[in-house]
């Protein structure tokens, strides 16, 4: 795990200092709210409908216990006892008072944490599989190349003013768990020190799935390259309208080998004054401070006997639990969808009960996932009964990772400004749904994305089943696509037709379910596979036939 150094200290500290009396002056009136916007969004502080937010990056997701507790201390100091969790892995604080930011930030600072580029038209908090260093199909570890980039784009001085903000991810796995193809970058390791280079992809008003810029980057070239990229990006991206100012407008309007050529003739003229050399030790610094924690050998015959004996236990396990490269261990997915739970919602009590978990029995890490979720990566087989049993004292034992209830949602209008319709209770409504009509388990794996606007937070674009409320003539109307996909083989869905009222829309979802059951080849073949084979008709049937 990073850990700060003395520059890091210094550098967070003075950027507090700084807002600190930006704060202040705001306060005072000596600020306008015009004047401080963009002072407060370079330090994650957004206004939302009904508060401020501030929004605190998570690099590539990893936390320690410490960490976390920090989290849970701010949501009960200067918060409501809660944090939520986002698709970017960041957690975001829905009611601070603007007297209390400043604080907050130190009380961050304290723990190596930051509100730093999480908004602004900059490149955002890097993100990475929740998985990383754990997965037993990883290539290596992405973590440390993912730090390297944050170190270089943090603060970089030619990237502060964007045409607009910049995503990059990086996975390390051929199982793409990162979303690399709906970034402005996405960086796909394909042999250890070789990345896979993605460009243009986003969701949003024009979602585009990414393309292959580069098939071979070696990582010694990563910094000189991602610079050339951006560059070109900073000066032929468009600046006259927002709304195609993302990098994958620019590659649409331009043409993939146009951007090629400019990205490779920019490459060719900085890498010299790039040391490579330099980068490869700090990389190998960096690889150090990402080893992987010692994990003793463990048998795990307390785990098959809690398998034989305990129903909940094996139901949880097998939706929960993912291959760790050590056959000894697994990687625990912690739900945040508890049944009728606001997704991605945790309060401070269940954040640390987290965090004791991690230092007990998950040798000290956390991961928070795009999916909303927390996860521990290295918990040893025998220890999962008695972590399954501290989870549930807790609520946080749902065993539907990867279910139908699983969902992601934006925050839609309980919170958004710029929302159309609600999410969150549609959610709540289709989860509890399919808790009574316990079907949830027989269909298997299902991912349901749902946004409440254009602006595709809620990444529904590449939901199996994706849900996109809008507003018609004030009222909430809610759009279905079905077939996205996230992976590696990352896909648009497709939209069914007009869309439905928001009572009608559980119900919509319900035949989808029921459509897909009905139609399956048997229990082995997915909602996605069925997808692909039956095609839209059978599902547009059972929508709007009546
Ligand atoms: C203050 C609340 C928020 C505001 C004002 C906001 C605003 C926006 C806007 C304007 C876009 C569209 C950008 C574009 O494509 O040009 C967007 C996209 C996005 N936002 Fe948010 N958002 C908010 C909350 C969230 C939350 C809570 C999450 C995670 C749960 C999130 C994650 C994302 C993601 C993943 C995208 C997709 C962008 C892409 O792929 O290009 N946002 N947001
Ligand atoms: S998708 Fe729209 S409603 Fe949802 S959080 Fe993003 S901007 Fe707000």
């Known amino acids: 795990m990073y850990v700060y150094d003395d520059f890091d200290r210094a550098f967070v500290a003075e950027r507090n200092r700084q807002f600190r009396d930006q704060v202040a002056r705001r306060i005072d009136g000596s600020l306008t709210e015009d004047e401080f916007k963009p002072l407060r969004l370079m330090n994650g502080l957004y206004l939302q409908l009904h508060a401020y937010m501030l929004r605190v990056a998570v690099p590539y997701g990893t936390l320690n216990p410490g960490q976390l507790r920090a989290l849970a201390a701010i949501a009960d100091r200067w918060d409501k006892g809660y944090g939520h969790v986002t698709t970017r892995q960041n957690m975001q604080f829905n009611w601070p008072r603007l007297t209390d930011v400043p604080d907050m930030l130190d009380a961050l600072a304290e723990v190596g944490l930051h509100a730093i580029q999480t908004s602004g038209n900059t490149i955002r908090n890097v993100t990475s599989d929740p998985f990383a260093g754990a997965a037993a199909d990883e290539i290596a570890d992405p973590r440390p190349y993912a730090e390297l980039i944050r170190q270089w784009s943090t603060d970089h001085p030619e990237f502060q003013f964007l045409p607009r903000k910049f995503k990059v ?29 993605i460009v243009g992809g986003g969701l949003g008003r024009t979602p585009m799935i990414g393309k292959v810029l580069r098939d071979r980057l070696p990582a010694a070239d990563l910094l000189p390259y991602l610079e050339a990229v951006v560059g070109t990006y900073n000066l032929l991206g468009r600046r006259d309208n927002k709304f195609k100012a993302r990098i994958k407008i ?31 030790a700090h990389l190998a610094r960096l690889k150090r401070m990402f080893a992987p924690p010692a994990l003793g050998a463990a048998g795990d015959l307390p785990y098959q006997a809690a398998r034989g004996a305990d129903p909940v236990f094996r139901a949880w396990a097998d939706t929960n639990l993912h291959p760790h490269r050590d056959s000894g261990h697994a990687i625990v997915t912690i739900s945040l969808k508890a049944h ?20 007990r029995l998950g040798h000290g890490e956390i991961r928070f996932s795009h999916e909303q ?96 409320g809008l507003d018609r003539a004030g009222v909430e109307n809610y759009q279905i696509t079905l077939g996205g996909d996230g992976s590696q083989d990352a896909v648009l869905g497709e939209r069914t037709g007009p869309g439905f009222a928001h009572d009608q829309i559980v119900p919509a979802v319900e ?31 059972a929508l709007y036939a009546a």
């Open 340 to 359: 009728g739970a606001t997704p991605g919602d945790v309060t401070a009590d269940q954040m640390r009960c987290i965090a004791d978990l991690a230092e």
């Open 373 to 468: 979720n927390i996860v521990l990566p290295h918990v040893a087989r025998a220890d999962l009964p008695a972590l399954h049993k501290a989870l549930k004292g807790q609520g946080l034992a749902t065993a539907n990772v990867g279910l139908v209830s699983d969902i992601i949602a934006c925050p839609g209008m309980d919170y958004c400004a710029l929302a159309t319709a609600r999410s969150i209770p549609v959610a709540q409504q289709i989860a509890r749904r399919v808790e009574a009509l316990k079907i949830e388990h027989d269909i298997g794996p299902l991912k349901i994305k749902i946004s409440g606007c254009i602006n595709a937070c809620g990444h529904h674009h590449v939901g199996h089943i994706g849900i996109l």
């Open 511 to 541: 035949r989808i379910l029921h459509t897909y059951l009905a139609l399956r080849t048997g229990p082995g073949e997915t909602f996605l596979h069925t997808w692909r084979r039956i095609g839209l008709a059978p599902f547009k049937e």
């Open 250 to 280: 620019t590659v649409h309007e331009n043409g993939l080998e146009t951007v090629r050529d400019l990205v490779e003739a920019r490459f060719a003229e900085i890498a010299p004054g790039f040391d490579a050399a330099a980068t490869q």
């Open 169 to 197: 991810a990086v996975t390390g796995s051929p199982d793409d768990r990162a979303v690399t193809k709906a970034h402005d970058i996405g960086l796909r390791m394909v042999a250890p020190d070789m990345f896979e280079v």
